[in-house]
């Protein structure tokens, strides 16, 4: 069992949304990330678990790269200064090379997400 939390500009939040399953989590947080300055997932013992702020899924890194991934993906026209932008909004710490097109996005965000995940695992 979890619960959302949405999150006005002044601080003010509402009431919790209770969100059944892990499986819901990245549903509720891509139809409220633009909606609210800041959303947040926590569990049953009040430890947060997701987190978004500003339209960027923040936290934890790995879901914030997937999210980053579906919306490459799902568009057409590839922008490097847009994915720079989202990177950073994402809190996406990387100083490597920035892709010139939407291949070898998809193959950082790839690279991210095990990176992510394997030290997911290891923590």
Known sequence: MYYGYRYEADGRYHAADYI???????????????????VRITNSDDHIIA?????????????????????????????????????AGSNIIYEGYLPADKEDAVYLLQSLYSQYIRYYKEG
């Open 20 to 38: 059944e399953s892990a499986q819901e989590i990245m549903g509720y947080l891509k139809a409220q990330k633009r909606k609210h300055p800041q």
């Open 51 to 87: 987190e978004t702020k500003n339209g960027h899924i923040i936290f934890p890194e790995y879901v914030a790269v997937a999210d980053m991934l579906d919306e490459v993906l799902e568009d057409p026209n590839y922008d490097p200064e847009k994915f720079v932008r989202e990177l």
